[in-house]
């Protein structure tokens, strides 16, 4: 008997591909409603499922690519008004008063405020189904946003293989402020972005004009190996190195770059770079008497709780909860809030302080010009010169607060909650066993179970270790 479903098979075709509503409104990156309501695409009806073959739609689309492509040229000739280009084109016909988002059928125009109160505007667009938001550089108002969003869909349109992104060559420095604006402060904690600003001026004056696809592996080592020259850690370089390798990585996602003329870029090994410092109880006691007033409670919150300088400057009193005994750390470096719990110490020296200043947003401030306090470099300099300490810097503390978590027997787990770290290969960066502590590790294999464990004194020994090496029997 023959078999109806082997009939295109025999016939040497192929069965045609058939979309679901979604899918097809995938395809052509529109609502679902908007794609329904739109009888002059072509579909196959089946009961009450609506299916659409796939080859149709391309045939489709390619016919009337054409008048799409006019269309999003048409606003920057100024042919036509804002006004009565939000009547032809703007979803809902009109602009509203207060509204943030403006849809057209090819892209979006949205407005943010900056913390400053300052008017940013994006676009948003789709291009071959991947969706794209950018930041519309010096734009003063919705128009100018709006040229360049049909701008961009236009240049998608014009590409070779349909909707997919022209290579455009761009210099380093031009990407280099796109990185910042489109990507570092959007995704960064504020301190964060601002660093990468700071280095990418360092960046800038070498790469300068050379194009991305200019960067080869030769010039990275070139660059690496001037500003060791310098005297800039290996640490720091490293630090420039990762920003270079995520400004590579997007220009390929951005279509600026081919992922065959991206650089491979390596990294120097930082294993030899940590300074293990860790506090002695005894320096402790002297840098904190040879503490100022203002200094010694920042200090005390430093060596129980981990907290970074800019974490605990930035402490304000309705993050100190006395009644969990917790503090809420608001300015992190990951930008995700944490808690930290308060011991017995920190909470005494809490309570002095909330008796002094209490009334005040800050728990720390400058007394001469009553703002909150941005730095302690000097008086942390001053105090540890007066204890008579060296080489110790206030990010050591964050040090000795781990190691002594670790050698009092907390799991690495716990330490890395505490600190906020994201991945436990930094905290064990932060954690240091001492030759004590290895020691005892070692002296555990001596305690066998299957005999008693008799502690000797280091003379006693010294007798038996002599007494073996030196027998004739």
């Not at 899918?23 to 609506?50: C, Q, T």
């Not at 050379?210 to 060791?228: G, Q, S, V």
């Not at 080489?391 to 190691?403: K, P, Y």
């Amino acid at each position: 008997m023959r078999d109806e479903r082997d009939e295109p098979k025999r016939a040497g075709k192929s069965p045609p591909q058939l979309l679901s509503l979604p899918e097809a409104a995938f395809f052509f990156n529109v609502s679902e409603s908007f794609l329904y309501n739109h009888r002059e695409i072509p579909r196959i009806k089946i009961g009450r499922k609506i299916l659409f073959d796939k080859k149709e739609l391309e045939a489709f689309l390619k016919k009337h690519t054409h008048r799409i492509e006019r269309f999003t040229l048409e606003f920057p000739s100024l042919d036509l008004s804002l006004e009565t280009y939000d009547k032809l084109y703007l979803k809902g016909g009109k602009s509203k008063v207060g509204q943030k988002v403006w849809s057209y059928p090819f892209g979006s125009v949205y407005l943010r405020l900056t913390k400053s109160g300052k008017e940013r505007w994006y676009i948003y667009y789709r291009v071959d189904g991947e969706r794209i938001r950018e930041v519309v550089k010096n734009a003063q108002s919705r128009a100018d946003a709006l040229k360049v969003l049909q701008v961009k869909v236009a240049d998608a349109f014009r590409g070779k293989h349909g909707f997919k992104k022209e290579k455009r060559r761009v210099k380093f420095c031009d990407f280099a402020d796109q990185y910042l604006e489109n990507y570092a402060i959007i995704n960064k904690a504020e301190k964060s972005w601002k660093t990468d600003g700071y280095y990418l001026k360092g960046m800038k004056e070498f790469f300068g004009d050379m194009y991305l696809d200019e960067i080869t592996a030769l010039k990275i080592e070139k660059y690496k190996a001037k500003r060791l020259e310098k005297g800039v850690r290996t640490s720091t370089v490293n630090r420039c190195l990762a920003i270079i390798r995520k400004m590579l990585n997007l220009a390929v996602e951005w279509g600026y770059l081919l992922e065959e003329s991206k650089t491979k870029i390596k990294l120097f090994p930082e294993k030899d770079n940590l300074i293990e410092r860790v506090l002695t109880e005894q320096e402790e006691e002297r840098l904190l008497a040879a503490s100022p007033v203002h200094l010694r409670p920042i200090l005390v919150v430093a060596l129980n709780t981990g907290m970074r300088l800019g974490e605990i400057l930035s402490l304000q009193w309705n993050q100190i909860d006395f009644r969990t005994k917790r503090i809420r750390v608001e300015r992190t470096k990951s930008g995700r809030i944490r808690y930290v719990d308060i011991n017995n110490q920190l909470l005494e020296e809490l309570i002095n302080l909330k008796g002094i200043n209490g009334q005040r947003t800050y728990l720390f401030f400058n007394q001469r010009t009553k703002k909150p306090l941005t730095t302690v470099k000097k008086a942390f300099k001053s105090a540890c010169a007066g204890a008579d300490i060296k080489g110790l810097r206030f990010h050591d503390l964050r040090h000795t607060f781990a190691t002594r978590l670790v050698e009092r027997g907390v799991d690495l787990i716990t330490v890395k909650e505490l600190l906020g770290h994201h991945s436990i290969v930094i905290t064990q960066r932060y954690t240091h066993s001492n030759s004590e502590q290895k020691r005892k590790a070692v002296e555990v294999l001596d305690q066998s179970e299957t005999k008693a464990f008799v502690p000797v004194s280091s003379t006693q020994k010294d007798d038996v270790f002599s007494n073996r090496l030196f027998s004739t029997n």
